[in-house]
């Protein structure tokens, strides 16, 4: 596997705002996934499939059009297997319409010409997070085992995302590999690296929303700055964070700062200390295993460069482990500071920045 082995695309979810504002329709889309250097379009149903959840034939003809005329390849559709009744919120589905919704997506993404259906899961965040409220739960691993052999006849490949909290060494998803290994429908499933995987840092919106509420933004960017530190996976991430918490305090730093440090904070999944995220070693040894990859990304500064990952050294731990496939930007950055960012620009400043990377990893040989 090499550099050259992975191309890039982006998910229609990364265009919300713009597509709910109607400023852009598929074509629109389409056109900006192009425009950035993108091959390939993930697609979201509910957005942009006036016929949704069924393909009709006016539609298909479009999407074909575009596809064609437009130069873009279908990679994959979101699946995200929503438990709830639409029409009675007091309602959850049972196992069976489960999966009976999800042989649909997977029918569905066949018509598209998608190789991929993007399904949240039981271990989509991990097993520490996993609900053991039975009837509540998403797409389990035995609907998933009922799921594996129609998905490898029909050509889809179910790509279990692991999103944060989640990890990709966390065991969340060992169910559903077993299912794999006991069906042996390998072409049926497999693994998917969300990025939110292996943030290390907060966004500059993250930041704005927490001086508002009375945090000190020096205290703040000292903290961000310890926190890019302890992943760097270069040897110099010793960070001592009883150290951290006592500069902190000389620094005047209150309940607010204290609860960024060390947990819970309102707008922050995990807390500075105790931010989990998955060793660059790590996504080297399952990278060869990974089926598909989301670009999760909340910002990408001016000059096409990232706070929030690592990305040098992410892409090269992915082309040195041998992946193999598509990676689609999912940018959600937009729902932090509603309409005030340009989905567009962001979107093509983090294809700019990826594609730097692919291009230092093929320079190196990988």
């Known amino acids: 596997m090499s550099s050259k082995d992975i191309r890039l695309g982006a998910s229609t979810y990364s265009y919300q705002e713009a597509i709910w504002r109607g400023d852009l329709d598929l074509e629109g889309v389409m056109t900006a996934i192009k425009g950035c250097g993108g091959e390939g379009i993930e697609i979201f149903g509910e957005e942009l499939i006036p016929s949704f959840p069924y393909i009709s034939k006016e539609f298909l003809y479009k999407w074909q059009y575009l596809l064609d005329n437009i130069g873009i390849e279908p990679v994959c559709y979101e699946h995200f297997a929503d438990r709830r009744y639409w029409k009675d919120s007091k309602r959850y589905l049972t196992d069976d319409e489960v999966f009976e919704v999800s042989l649909q997506y997977l029918r569905s993404a066949k018509k598209l010409g998608c190789p991929f259906i993007k399904l949240s899961h039981d271990g989509h965040n991990g097993r520490?997070?996993?609900?053991?409220?039975?009837?509540?739960?998403?797409?389990?691993?035995?609907?998933?085992?009922?799921?594996?052999?129609?998905?490898?006849?029909?050509?889809?490949?179910?790509?279990?995302?692991?999103?944060?909290p989640g990890l990709l060494e966390d065991g969340g998803n060992d169910d559903f590999l077993e299912a794999i290994e006991r069906t042996r429908c390998y072409e049926g499933g497999g693994l998917m690296l969300d990025f939110s995987g292996v943030y290390r840092d907060i966004c500059p919106q993250q930041e704005d929303a927490f001086v508002k509420r009375g945090a000190k933004r020096?205290?703040?960017?000292?903290?961000?700055?310890?926190?890019?530190?302890?992943?760097?996976?270069?040897?110099?991430?010793?960070?001592?964070?009883?150290?951290?918490?006592?500069?902190?305090?000389?620094?005047?730093?209150?309940?607010?700062?204290l609860a960024m440090l060390n947990g819970p904070a309102l707008g922050m999944q995990l807390s500075f200390r105790n931010m989990l995220i998955t060793p660059m070693e790590t996504v080297k040894e399952y990278a060869s295993r990974l089926v598909y990859c989301h670009a999760k990304m909340h910002w990408i500064n001016e000059d096409c460069t990232s706070d929030e990952i690592d990305y040098p050294?992410?892409?090269?731990?992915?082309?040195?482990?041998?992946?193999?496939?598509?990676?689609?930007?999912?940018?959600?950055?937009?729902?932090?500071?509603?309409?005030?960012?340009?989905?567009?620009?962001?979107v093509r400043r983090q294809?700019?920045?990826?594609?730097?990377?692919?291009?230092?990893?093929?320079a190196e040989g990988l």
């Open 313 to 346: 050294r992410l892409f090269r731990a992915l082309c040195e482990g041998g992946f193999k496939g598509w990676i689609c930007t999912e940018f959600e950055g937009q729902r932090l500071v509603p309409h005030t960012l340009n989905e567009v620009e962001l």
């Open 128 to 164: 520490w997070i996993m609900n053991d409220e039975e009837d509540h739960k998403i797409v389990n691993a035995r609907i998933f085992e009922r799921l594996l052999p129609f998905a490898e006849e029909l050509g889809v490949k179910m790509a279990l995302e692991v999103h944060a």
């Open 351 to 362: 294809h700019k920045l990826m594609r730097q990377c692919l291009a230092d990893c093929a």
């Open 218 to 257: 020096e205290i703040i960017r000292y903290m961000r700055e310890m926190s890019r530190k302890a992943h760097t996976y270069d040897g110099n991430n010793q960070v001592d964070w009883d150290e951290v918490e006592a500069r902190v305090k000389e620094m005047g730093g209150g309940a607010l700062e």
